[in-house]
């Protein structure tokens, strides 16, 4: 009774965290929105330097310290890691663009693709086959994709940038055996030296912290909150609940984000473009319930 009791609770808390990380995920752009202000660039500096500083006092207090130092002793993963974190400075950069120039329905459909878009990769560069469904899931999305291309005559490239470095950054993480703390810290440290380069030679006078108001200081440094809060609690989760029941809960922060453009920053949904967003949903609830049979079924194997 106390291990089934534990596993529930594990379980609790784990859907608890999952629904914690994607809904911070998708109400980002509230904070990114005040800071609008300021370019793209200098918050991406920002966000790398406090994920810095916060990531490493974390790894200090959880005394993974001579984790971090075999990490760095090793050039191979290293090198990964580093095209690994310019890879997601690059998603991060333009996902902060699109927040603070009014394409957060543009974001949100690169987040709502990414799922299929980590099928294909798998396909391609893991020699992952693809199941029925899942062809027919990534088909629909081609084909949503491809309406809007001929309704606006041009590439939804926000969308389609968005899901292809998010998708790459993961391919890449999931070829190193480096938790995603560890993983962070590095990836920000690589990339912290052209962070502070820029702070010091093209900042705005936003970049002086001395002559900032206290409150927009504590605005900037908890980017590094931003970063890292949902990251923990997405960790916590796949610790006590199964990545593919995780899975189901990613698409909290797009929909929020898709919620947050409608109706609070009024962005325009064209009707070709909700044509687009529809064919993208139906291939998510079939891939969601291709997922939901292929953990059946696997649940039913270990059984």
Not at 293 to 301: I, S
Request: proline share 4%; hydrophobic share 55%; with cysteine.
């Amino acid at each position: 009774m106390n291990v089934s009791a534990n596993a529930s609770n594990a379980t609790r808390t784990g859907v608890i965290c999952a629904i914690a990380a994607y809904t911070m995920w998708g109400i980002a752009p509230l904070y990114f929105k005040e800071l609008a202000m300021l370019p793209a660039a200098e918050i991406l500096v920002h966000r790398v330097i406090w994920s810095v500083i916060l990531v490493f006092g974390l790894i200090v207090a959880t005394k993974q310290i001579p984790a971090l130092v075999s990490v760095m002793r090793n050039k191979k993963i290293m090198g990964i890691l580093f095209i690994a974190g310019v890879l997601l400075a690059a998603n991060w950069l333009l996902y902060i663009w699109a927040v603070n120039n009014d394409k957060i329905l543009d974001a949100s459909l690169g987040y709502y693709i990414n799922p299929m878009v980590n099928v294909f990769l798998g396909r391609v560069f893991l020699g992952e086959k693809l199941r029925p469904l899942q062809r027919v899931a990534v088909l629909l999305a081609i084909v949503g994709v491809t309406i809007l291309i001929v309704s606006y005559g041009q590439l939804p490239w926000i969308a389609l940038v968005l899901a292809c470095t998010f998708g790459t950054y993961g391919l890449l993480r999931k070829r190193v055996p480096v938790d995603s703390l560890t993983g962070l810290f590095v990836e920000t440290l690589l990339l912290s030296p052209f962070a502070i380069v820029y702070w010091v030679m093209f900042g705005t006078e936003y970049s002086n912290l001395a002559t900032n108001d206290l409150s927009f200081n504590i605005l900037l440094i908890a980017s590094g909150v931003i970063t890292t809060a949902p990251l923990l609690c997405f960790t916590a989760a796949a610790k006590r609940i199964m990545y593919s029941t995780l899975g189901f809960f990613q698409y909290i922060g797009p929909t929020l984000m898709f919620i947050l453009a409608v109706t609070l920053y009024g962005e325009p949904l064209e009707e070709d473009r909700l044509v687009t967003f529809g064919f993208v949903w139906a291939g998510l609830v079939l891939f969601s319930l291709d997922s939901l049979r292929a953990y059946r079924v696997q649940k039913q194997a270990k059984a």
